[in-house]
């Protein structure tokens, strides 16, 4: 548990429940950007440079995270089932269908890649229409496969603050689109259904020279996802300041045995020796 964290304190309609920085001395390990729980109580992690990592949650008697426990990593293939590299590797949003394969979205050459585990080769998505006029570093950071088999995807980057980020809804050969209201600075950084199926939880980042990192935590429903939709998601709380403050990039969800909705943060360090990888509990309140 990291010492000097404000746990039990509330966040807006979230409590603290439980942070870790999570540690592993080894060249592959940081960076995250996708996670996704498993029912058995693992986790899948991606690296923003196509590594994945599986582990383990370790929780007390009330549900408390109080650790991680062992490690696995490797590195996502492409489709000739060699090590993705270069200009390819950029792995940002992770989410898993319903049949098991995961989807993991890429920024710098934009597009979503289906692997049937973790160890097969890349299939690529048909190209989302108007995903390649995004910036390099705008691609797809929020990808989302819902149990009815459509999969939703958001941008990073807005090209107009008026329009919004750019939505897309895949189900099947057919792509609608949807736009997500933009607030300051904040941008999109990844998305998780809710354990009821009801809610869509969002991750929102901003990053100034002056105010250094913020996070929102939104949702909204899913049934708001339409073609031509403009999606403005409630907020939930706001983290703003040290010591709990870090570059947030992956969500996931769980309910606790009271029924409550429980989300999981981690952040990604970038590599660098002066950010941490934290490992965040909230509870959703309200």
């Not at 498993?38 to 650790?67: M, N, Q």
């Not at 490690?71 to 950029?90: C, I, Q, S």
């Not at 998601?233 to 703003?240: R, S, T």
């Amino acid at each position: 548990m990291r010492a000097g964290m404000p746990l039990g304190e509330s966040i807006g309609a979230l409590t603290l429940l439980s942070v870790i920085e999570w540690r592993a001395d080894r060249p592959d390990f940081g960076g995250f950007s996708g996670l996704e729980l498993e029912e058995d109580g693992g986790f899948v992690a991606i690296t923003d440079k196509a590594h994945w990592a599986r582990a383990r949650l370790v929780l007390d008697s009330d549900g408390v995270l109080t650790g991680i426990d062992g490690l696995e990593m490797g590195r996502l293939n492409d489709a000739d089932d060699v090590d993705l590299t270069g200009y390819t590797v950029d792995s940002e949003a992770l989410t898993r269908e319903p049949g098991g394969a995961f989807l993991i979205g890429f920024e710098n050459e934009h597009r979503i890649g289906r692997f049937r585990s973790l160890r097969a080769p890349e299939e690529a998505l048909p190209t989302l229409p108007g995903l390649a006029a995004q910036p390099i570093n705008g691609g797809l950071e929020s990808v989302l496969a819902l149990p009815d088999g459509r999969i939703v995807a958001i941008a990073e980057k807005s090209g107009d603050w008026a329009d919004g980020f750019p939505g897309w809804i895949i189900q099947g050969e057919r792509v609608t689109r949807f736009s997500l209201v933009r607030h300051d600075w904040y941008e999109p950084t990844d998305l998780a259904l809710g354990p009821a199926g009801e809610w869509v939880y969002l991750i929102e980042r901003r990053f100034t020279l002056i105010g250094g990192f913020g996070i929102r935590i939104r949702r909204f429903p899913v049934a708001a996802l339409k073609d031509g939709a403009r999606i403005d998601p409630k907020l939930l709380g706001e983290i703003a300041d040290p010591p709990l403050v870090e570059n947030y990039e992956a969500l996931a969800t769980a309910r606790d045995a009271s029924g409550h909705t429980v989300l999981y943060m981690i952040s990604d360090d970038n590599f660098m020796a002066l950010q941490k990888t934290l490992f965040v509990q909230l509870r959703v309140d309200r």
